[in-house]
């Protein structure tokens, strides 16, 4: 956790200091950690469309007149409101994702509350977010200080298909800035990778087991793939870097072939993943690819590289964009410092975002060594303070 006191700062303080209820910040907290919105591609359950209804009724008892905006059938809504600014005045959008990972070891849809910090399943990814946002939306809404107007979204589908962030993008062209909830220690990021993910198969020919030379054994040829992919590919990984977010990465995540044990395999697939860094191209990358596996082909193995079912993009936000400065100084008004901006390695909706033209900054409370744990928290006071600042933004990008 962050404590208020750990800064020393000659700076102003914020205008909203001394202004966030937390007992309704650890209310919110606890009620959203203990709704269930597993994304339902992992547990087949209901999704976000609880925790939206949830959401939805805590904005309605502030006085907003929120709106679902349907993205897939059975609830699983955007759940967005605006609170107008001052004329002149920027649209910035507080954005946290409804939809957590599945449940596993402590991490439940039951809140535990222990010293300070409230435990469970999206406490950190990213609940703590999605309250100080609502928070900072009551706060604005009881100040009349000059100030951005604020387009507040409970997204759906961060954690699968970014589907909630696609539709957002399209049904509100006038965002042109955003804060992007998710566990960031309450520093700013303004960089982090983007991820190509697609199958590689190899294709080999059926026999019995005790004739494997009446087959070709697609398991075999997928060795070589794998081989060339540790000793040709992974290498040559450093030959892009950003100062932030360091190198690409390469991950194997699946692998499955074969149709029993007597059977000589005539399929074998495998599930890849490219950690993007700024500067990257996926066409270039997915080309690159098709070079090394042509030299596996040569050695007459049948292999396809299929299409990508998974590209989004990086972030790299300049230090100095407006969204970056009103951040940096709501932090510095309430925490005494201004902070050096940091790049996360872990990715968010703002992939769909910035390349529609909107300035991200990624911004919350809670740690990402928490999140999708077995053990998952975050602070109240995190939480309080991270209100406060989002609050304090909001009147910056007005200034």
Wanted: charged letters at 20%; one cysteine or more; aromatic letters at 6%.
């Amino acid at each position: 956790m962050i404590a208020k006191s750990r800064w020393y700062s000659t700076a102003m303080a914020s205008q909203f200091s001394g202004r966030v209820d937390r007992e309704r910040v650890e209310d919110r907290l606890v009620r959203y950690v203990s709704t269930h919105s597993v994304n339902p591609a992992l547990d087949g359950g209901r999704g976000e469309a609880s925790l939206a209804d949830v959401v939805e009724a805590d904005l309605r008892a502030l006085g907003f007149d929120p709106t679902r905006e349907v993205v897939h059938p059975g609830g699983r809504d955007n759940v967005a409101v605006l609170l107008k600014g001052s004329t002149g005045a920027p649209v910035v959008m507080f954005h946290a994702h409804l939809d957590t990972v599945g449940l596993s070891g402590a991490a439940t849809a039951e809140a535990r509350v222990n010293n300070g910090l409230v435990f469970g399943r999206g406490a950190c990814d990213t609940k703590g977010s999605l309250a100080a946002m609502v928070e900072a939306m009551a706060l604005l809404a009881a100040d009349d200080s000059r100030r951005a107007s604020v387009l507040f979204v409970g997204g759906i589908d961060e954690e699968v298909g970014g589907t909630g962030a696609r539709a957002l993008v399209a049904a509100h062209p006038e965002i042109g800035l955003a804060v992007v909830g998710e566990p960031t220690g309450l520093e700013m990021a303004i960089a982090h990778k983007g991820v190509l993910r697609f199958e590689i198969a190899t294709s080999g020919v059926a026999a019995h087991s005790s004739k494997p030379h009446l087959g070709v054994n697609a398991i075999h040829a997928m060795a070589k793939v794998l081989i060339a992919l540790e000793e040709e590919y992974i290498p040559a990984l450093g030959a892009v870097q950003h100062p932030l977010v360091g190198v690409g990465t390469f991950n194997v995540s699946a692998i499955e072939g074969g149709s029993g044990q007597n059977v000589v395999p005539a399929t074998a697939v495998i599930s890849v993943e490219r950690r993007i860094v700024p500067g990257e191209d996926p066409d270039d990358l997915l080309a690159e690819f098709d070079v090394l596996l042509d030299g596996v082909r040569a050695l007459g193995h049948r292999i396809e590289r299929r299409e990508f079912f998974l590209s989004t993009a990086a972030l790299d936000t300049p230090p100095d964009h407006p969204v970056v400065k009103a951040l940096g100084s709501a932090r510095e008004a309430v925490l005494g410092e201004y902070g050096s901006p940091i790049g996360v390695t872990f990715g968010t909706d703002a992939s769909f975002f910035d390349p529609a033209g909107i300035g991200c900054v990624i911004f919350g409370p809670g740690s990402i060594d928490q999140a999708h744990a077995d053990e998952e928290w975050v602070g109240i006071e995190d939480t309080a303070l991270a209100a406060e600042i989002l609050a304090q933004t909001a009147v910056n990008l007005a200034g």
